[in-house]
């Protein structure tokens, strides 16, 4: 296995960050940014902080400086967070008898003189949190200040998160190969005769031993569970004869890998050749997969790159068995802006990136999904993944 070096996010990318924020903060006349433990905390600091009970909390004044609060216990690995190593946000380091609330408060006061021209600074200006910051934090928080009208942080952070620098779409690309190592290296075989389960393992050991740091998922959907797109790989044995889909994906860097192939499992000397509608739905599928990259540029519409591969489905009759989006954004989350989904009319911006998976799912006898993590560039797309895409047959 040769070990790509990974890029890493220089320390003063943090600050521009934090410095944009700001900006957008002001502009939209908020008091401060909140974001509790999860990724927009991770995108602004590079702190990667653990999800428990205790409060950790980068708190953005609109005019001053960013402070992270951690419990006592934590502040070491905060104070080892990139932003806040190079100086860019302090450290408070809260005790278990303190009052960690009452701390992210007096963090966000901010200086009225240092902000002219804005209301950030008001009493009744807004307060940005971030989407993931658990009820118990916001119901507090709203109890301490009860004059203030609460919003989302990804009002001023979406836009910026879903432009991604070329080091992120690095780290993209480095998991996305990861992926397809695991993936063709599964295909490689035995399956039949084992169960979903056992192969799931498999691939998560797969995905950590080609360079992710942990393993997210392992959908492993044999024969009639292949229909059903989020299958919970379970005890049922793969035959031979049978479509299997693997949908996989891990993270490695911070930034997500997710990747699915359909494959038929003929067994020992291709025992079973692939069902002749199993290879008119796949190629149908890679079709409308192709369709949907095709269409990918600075400027179109989030909708525009799912009706591109609906349309295709549509028009060969299988319109209502394709039953999800055609695709997410990925980055720091498996899941996150922009959507490719009818109805939203934001447009794509280069640094974009997201998965493009269409899927026809025929109840009780099998399904099929093809998807690639995409990047939209100035010119051409980049699809980050490289297995193949037409039907692809193994003994297992
Ligand atoms: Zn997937
Ligand atoms: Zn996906």
Redesign the pocket.
């Given at each position: 296995v040769t070990v790509a070096t990974r890029p890493e996010i220089p320390a003063d990318r943090y600050a521009a960050r934090l410095e944009r924020v700001r900006g957008a903060l002001r502009s939209a006349g908020a008091a401060g940014l909140l974001a509790g433990a999860g990724p927009e905390l991770r995108y602004l600091t590079g702190y990667a902080a653990p999800l428990l009970e205790r409060l950790t909390m980068l708190v953005v004044p609109a005019d001053g400086r960013p402070t992270l609060l951690a419990p006592r216990l934590e502040a070491m690995r905060g104070e080892a967070a990139p932003a806040a190593a190079a100086g860019y946000a302090g450290v408070a380091a809260w005790d278990e008898t303190d009052d960690p609330y009452a701390l992210a408060i007096q963090a966000l006061a901010t200086r009225p003189e240092g902000m002219p021209g804005t209301r950030a600074g008001q009493p009744d200006s807004r307060v940005l949190v971030s989407g993931n910051l658990w009820a118990t934090h916001v119901l507090e928080l709203q109890r301490r200040l009860p004059d203030r009208a609460f919003g989302l942080a990804a009002e001023v952070l979406r836009h910026l998160r879903m432009a991604k620098d070329d080091d992120e779409v690095g780290l993209l690309r480095l998991a996305a190969e990861a992926a397809d190592r695991a993936l063709a290296g599964i295909t490689a075989g035995p399956l039949v005769g084992r169960t979903e389960a056992d192969v799931s393992r498999e691939i998560r050991d797969r995905l950590v031993a080609e360079g992710h740091d942990e393993a997210s998922f392992a959908i492993v959907g044999s024969g009639p569970n292949s229909a059903s797109p989020h299958h919970e790989p379970g005890e049922r044995r793969i035959q031979p004869g049978e479509a299997v889909v693997l949908?996989i994906?891990g993270m490695l860097g911070g930034y997500g890998s997710?990747v699915?192939r359909t494959i038929w499992v003929a067994g020992r000397d291709r025992q079973v050749d692939p069902d002749p509608a199993f290879t008119e739905i796949h190629e149908l599928v890679r079709q409308a997969n192709a369709a949907a990259v095709a269409t990918v540029r600075p400027g179109v519409r989030c909708e525009a790159v799912d009706a591109a591969a609906r349309d295709v489905i549509t028009a060969a009759g299988h319109g209502a068995e394709f039953i999800h989006r055609v695709g997410h954004g990925i980055g720091l989350e498996t899941h996150e802006d922009p959507y490719l989904v009818g109805g939203n009319v934001d447009r794509l911006v280069a640094g974009a990136t997201f998965?493009i998976?269409p899927g026809i799912y025929l109840a009780d006898r099998f399904g099929v999904r093809i998807?690639d993590i995409v990047a939209c560039r100035d010119g051409d797309p980049e699809v980050l993944n490289a297995l193949p895409r037409d039907a692809w047959v193994v003994d297992g």
């Open positions: 949908d994906g997710d699915t998965s998976e998807e």
